[in-house]
């Protein structure tokens, strides 16, 4: 038998092995890939922003401050961003951005290869990247990581970042619809200048709200998303007109406009501004505190990306009422001081010309070139000093302007010792020489006459009508605190913590511990009334007298600031006068442990000195803590709790935080009812009665009435209050009260190196800042203090304390709490002393 064998089969069979071979490693790669794929879906979309609907777009937004009245005063964010909703976004400029970024927007689902496509073209003709190729859904994706993430791992060229932005914005187009894209791209986006999205950039650029916007705005703002800093307006204004010209062709090429309103477009002038900074340029020192007392509240997170609207206490109007009272009084007794010399000297005329040049330009740069304007700062360099020394020719860049002597003469050496009104130059110094530089600001003739200084040096003027005329300046190294509350809310009208809060950020009105000087007494006369129950006739003795101090191991002597002495007064006429020695006899009687403790109920919270010159304020304390002191004196015993912040609700309108006041105007009725309730239920504490309140109250009126502080009756209305200076005048103080408003004013250097001069006390120095303030601080005329139950009024004679006969010179009507009035009279004239009568109530 013949066998065959069939070659054929055991080759097909070997083909099918292989074959199988193949599908099962291919199969099995693939099974592979996907498991890696999936796996790495996994671990790559675990932290990406899960957008399901346009609700869970909660980006980083600004929170806002606001005053009374409903200004913006202060700002604090991550990034600056107020959300719109879609509807609230101009057509005009959506077509603008759509013309510009992705023109196919409606039309791709995520990803336009149309759009790769071309730009790889334009950029292969070009030579280099002119046109992009990420969709607007791309950008957002990519906007929103940055935003998630930080800008170094949001934007970090690696592949997976890529394959994250690319996930995103697959859910983008899976869950929202177009317009929602559009929203969060016009939302999300940096536009510069300290802007996220178009509302912010709006406000930012030409403080005006979006829809407000005209064209040439409109297509200037659409131009920003491919390039915010190539193409900003700021720092490359021709690049950001090129960039607008161009949005403008693309709109017109799109259909939205017409050739003649890109014409008018495209010659329009835009005027662009900076970024607003909102918390140092309104109330500065308010608001940082405002931010203080968030923070202690709320973490930084929720204040700096939650949008948090908070309402304040703070009056704009009294603010900058205040900020002026600091600003022009304060370089009054700056000046009383003595001139410290000039900014700088050039002494060749390489140096002189390069300067002038140099502030030539940056005059020009400013636009302030052209003229001087009246009433600004400039800085001059001495060209010449006439041979009479009445006139100093200076230039101020390429300008010319004379200064002349009836416009300097407060500018004597600096000496503490002298009297200034007795040191007025009558001659231009030999300190000034050709080639210093000196602040001055820009004046006329009339105000230079105006000045009761100029005198007769006013004839030794040129004539010339055409002269510039500038008055010499400093800038102040003296400091100045202003903290002003309504007494009945304890709301905070106003707050300065000095001179400039770019010069220091340091809060003296609430964070300087400074020695108060004789505004300390009316506390430890306070203590008196109510401790030891005296009387505003109650005797002291005004005479020499020295005390042993065992701790310091010395022997102190007090004495008046006239260095006299009366002999026996009463108590409202030594505190009327602001006498030290019956004031240290006062606090003798009333003990220091007492008188101490008495303070600390008035809310005196620093270390105080159990020392007999604790009266005289020789214990520093805060500013803050006095006007607490005297409010409660306003309200007659009750303490109200100081007030910044009245009301904080966060970006769903939930109010978080309610302390505002129920009579507050600016709330609306239902609010008013509720936290009306809410002082019912928790009333003002009462730390004193409301006798002892009346009764110093009525004390330091006379204060203002004819004592120290006789310079507060310029604002018109009842005042009660108290100057202090300290020794050597390194601090004056004025701390007064009407019936509404209770305001500190504080004067002196930061160290104590160097005092004030020695004429400087509390009403020259710290008083009439005071009343600047107040005169435009008090709305509306206010009476007089109202008696409270429990006090009557007996006319007397007011050094003695002893009721007057109806021939008493100069009698006066005092207050006294109920059977506590002076039963015995006055001497009549010719007839024997008083001190005959035997009155021994509080005498020393």
Same mark, same amino acid.
């Given at each position: ?581 019956? %004031? @240290? $006899? /006062?606090?003798? !009687?009333?003990?220091? &442990? ?9 809310? +005196? ?108 009756? %310029? @604002? $018109? /209305?009842?005042? !009660?209050?108290?100057? &202090? ?9 004025? +701390? ?109």
């Amino acid at each position: 038998m013949k066998v065959v064998f069939d070659d054929a089969r055991p080759n097909e069979s070997r083909l099918r092995r292989g074959l199988r071979w193949v599908a099962f490693v291919t199969l099995t790669g693939l099974g592979a890939v996907g498991i890696i794929g999936i796996v790495s879906y996994g671990v790559f979309a675990s932290d990406v922003p899960d957008f399901k609907s346009i609700d869970d777009y909660r980006p980083k937004v600004v929170t806002q401050v606001f005053s009374q009245q409903g200004e913006l005063i202060g700002e604090f964010f991550r990034e600056r961003r107020i959300v719109l909703p879609y509807k609230d976004i101009p057509p005009r400029l959506i077509q603008g951005v759509l013309a510009s970024e992705d023109d196919r927007f409606f039309e791709h689902s995520g990803i336009d290869y149309v759009g790769i496509l071309r730009a790889a073209v334009k950029n292969l003709k070009a030579g280099r990247v002119v046109q992009g190729g990420s969709t607007i859904t791309q950008q957002v994706a990519k906007s929103l990581l940055i935003s998630e993430e930080g800008y170094k791992r949001g934007s970090a060229k690696k592949l997976s970042r890529k394959i994250r932005e690319a996930i995103l914005a697959r859910r983008l187009e899976r869950n929202l619809s177009k317009e929602d894209i559009l929203a969060l791209y016009l939302n999300q986006i940096f536009l510069g200048n300290q802007a996220y999205g178009v509302q912010a950039a709006a406000q930012n650029y030409f403080r005006k709200n979006v829809d407000e916007l005209s064209l040439a705005e409109t297509a200037l703002l659409a131009g920003l998303p491919q390039a915010p800093s190539r193409f900003s307006p700021i720092k490359h204004p021709k690049a950001a007109k090129g960039r607008r010209e161009y949005v403008l062709r693309r709109m017109l090429e799109e259909g939205f406009i017409s050739q003649t309103e890109l014409n008018e477009a495209r010659d329009a002038e835009v005027k662009i501004f900076l970024a607003p900074d909102y918390a140092r340029n309104t109330t500065p020192y308010f608001t940082e505190q405002v931010r203080r007392e968030l923070l202690k509240r709320y973490d930084e997170n929720a204040l700096l990306e939650q949008g948090l609207r908070v309402f304040t206490t703070v009056d704009t109007e009294r603010y900058r009422a205040a900020e002026d009272a600091v600003y022009n009084k304060l370089r009054l007794v700056d000046r009383r001081q003595g001139y410290r010399g000039p900014l700088a000297h050039m002494g060749t005329a390489k140096e002189q010309a390069s300067f002038l040049e140099a502030y030539s330009r940056e005059l020009k740069r400013l636009g302030r070139d052209t003229e001087l304007k009246d009433g600004e700062l400039y800085v001059g360099l001495i060209r010449a000093i006439d041979e009479a020394r009445t006139n100093i020719s200076l230039s101020i860049g390429t300008r010319e302007a004379v200064l002349p002597l009836s416009a300097m003469r407060w500018a004597r050496s600096v000496n503490p010792q002298k009297w200034f009104e007795g040191a007025l130059l009558s001659k231009i110094p030999k300190s000034f020489q050709v080639g210093d530089v000196l602040l001055v600001r820009a004046t006329t003739r009339d105000r230079i006459k105006s000045d009761q200084y100029a005198g007769p040096f006013m004839r030794a003027m040129p004539t010339d009508p055409t002269i510039q005329f500038v008055a010499l300046e400093q800038e102040p190294n003296l400091e100045a605190a202003l903290l002003s509350v309504e007494s009945e809310s304890g709301y905070v009208l106003a707050m300065i913590g000095g001179y400039s809060f770019d010069r220091s950020e340091f809060n003296r009105a609430l964070q300087a511990c400074r020695q108060p000087g004789s505004s300390f007494k009316p506390i430890v006369y306070a203590a008196a009334l109510d401790l030891k129950h005296w009387t505003p006739s109650s005797t002291v003795l005004d005479a020499p007298v020295t005390f042993d101090d065992p701790r310091a191991g010395k022997r102190w002597k007090p004495a008046n600031f006239n260095v006299s002495f009366e002999g026996e007064v009463c108590l409202r006429y030594a505190l009327q006068k602001s006498m030290n020695v019956p %004031a @240290v $006899r /006062v606090l003798e !009687a009333v003990g220091l &442990g007492p008188a101490t403790r008495y303070a600390e109920r008035l809310g +005196i919270t620093t270390e105080l000195k159990r020392e007999l010159g604790l009266v005289l304020g020789s214990s520093c304390v805060k500013m803050e803590d006095m006007v607490n002191a005297y409010s409660i004196f306003a309200n007659y015993g009750e303490h109200v709790r100081r007030r910044l912040i009245t009301r904080v609700i966060d970006r769903d309108q939930r109010v978080l935080f309610d302390d505002g006041y129920y009579k507050d105007p600016w709330a609306g009725i239902g609010l008013k009812v509720d936290r009306a309730k809410h002082w019912l239920e928790d009333p003002p504490e009462r730390i004193i009665d409301q006798q002892t309140g009346f009764l110093i109250t009525k004390m330091m009126r006379n204060v203002v009435e004819g004592g120290t502080g006789t310079g507060a009756r %310029a @604002v $018109r /209305v009842p005042v !009660a209050g108290k100057t &202090g200076t300290t020794n050597d005048s390194f601090d004056a103080w004025f +701390i007064g009260f009407t019936t509404e408003i209770t305001t500190a004013v504080w004067v002196g250097y930061d160290d104590y190196v160097t005092p004030m001069g020695r004429y400087e006390q509390g009403g020259r120095a710290a008083l009439p800042l005071w009343v600047s303030y107040m005169k435009k601080a008090i709305k509306k005329k206010t009476g007089e203090f109202k008696a409270p139950p429990g006090i009557n009024f007996v006319r007397i004679d007011p050094k003695t304390g002893y009721r007057a006969r109806g021939d008493t010179p100069g009698a006066v009507l005092e207050a006294y709490r109920a059977g506590t009035e002076p039963k015995e009279y006055v001497a009549a004239r010719g007839a024997a002393s008083p001190d005959e009568f035997g009155l021994t109530d509080g005498k020393l």
